[in-house]
């Protein structure tokens, strides 16, 4: 039997957020939530009344995101696992997306997580440590035509994670990063949002992404149920798994990115140490 744990998850009321907290609900753990709409969440928290504590957040707001930890710290006590999952996909050749787009896409994906471990790190140093774990994507690592400030988004968010493992490792602090490939959530039918078409575009490799996000006959791999369950068990290992790839579609993409660009480095072994000063110098 596990020990019962305090959860805190941004995006509790669908996908991968909805599917955690009803799991760990289930088993007896107390959950924090987040949600952009509270009544999302009134048949759980009539069903389990104070293991479900929640908040609203916008994962734009900066200011908003270090009050709602604070108070989550505050009313709860220890906190032993942080969960960034609150995300959506933005796709379209880069052309294609508004300023505006771009701006709230690297918000919520990057700087609303940055911004979430910050303001939690100090309370998991200060109680001697706990578990951070981040939402990404086979995307943060490989790359298709039509994804770029969704990739941006997770490329960054892969880089800050993988930095501040290391960085926290001294205080107990695990770091995971979990990479699914496509699911059977409402990433793509409701939460995904799209540039707008244009002609020039069209017959090339990025304008394959508005069919796919769109067809509603492509039903994705992947079970979210049993992805939801792979990471809320990876906190019982006692050292954190830095990554977690789910899905036979993101292993299969992020091994050939992964590759790819290895061999293209290898190849470079001695033009890049041709760029030394001689030991002798």
């Given amino acids: 039997m596990t020990q019962q744990r305090t959860w805190f998850i941004t995006g509790v009321n669908s996908g991968f957020g909805r599917l955690m907290t009803e799991q760990l609900l289930a088993r007896g753990d107390r959950v924090a939530g987040t949600v952009r709409k509270m009544e999302a969440m009134d048949d759980l928290k009539e069903q389990y009344g104070d293991l479900l504590w929640l908040d609203h957040l916008d994962m734009t707001h900066t200011p908003e995101i270090e009050q709602v930890v604070s108070r989550a710290f505050a009313d709860l006590g220890h906190i ?12 379209g050749a880069v052309e294609e997306l508004s300023a505006e787009q771009i701006a709230h896409q690297l918000s919520t994906n990057l700087l609303g997580p940055i911004t979430l471990v910050r303001a939690a790190v100090p309370h998991l140093r200060a109680q001697g440590g706990g578990r951070i774990i981040g939402l990404s994507t086979f995307g943060g690592q ?18 800050f994670l ?10 107990k602090i695990g770091v995971t990063i979990i990479e699914p490939g496509s699911a059977r959530t409402n990433f793509r039918f409701g939460g995904a949002q ?15 992404v508005h069919t796919m996000i769109k ?8 079970d979210p149920a049993k992805m939801a369950a792979i990471i809320v068990a990876s906190v019982d290992q006692d ?31 001695d033009l890049a140490a041709s760029t030394d000063i001689p030991a002798a110098a």
Avoid: C
């Fill in 239 to 269: 050292a954190a798994q830095k990554r977690i790839v789910l899905g036979s579609d993101s292993w299969g993409f992020i091994r050939k990115a992964l590759g790819d660009r290895l061999a293209a480095v290898d190849a470079q072994k």
């Fill in 162 to 171: 993988d930095s501040i493992s290391q960085e926290l490792a001294p205080f």
């Fill in 215 to 222: 067809d509603t006959l492509r039903l994705p791999l992947g």
């Fill in 194 to 208: 799209l540039g707008q078409p244009l002609d020039a575009y069209q017959g090339t490799p990025a304008a394959m």
């Fill in 80 to 91: 032993d696992v942080i969960v960034s999952n609150a995300g959506y996909g933005l796709f």
């Fill in 142 to 159: 490989a790359t298709l035509p039509g994804g770029s400030l969704y990739h941006a988004s997770k490329w960054g968010l892969e880089g």
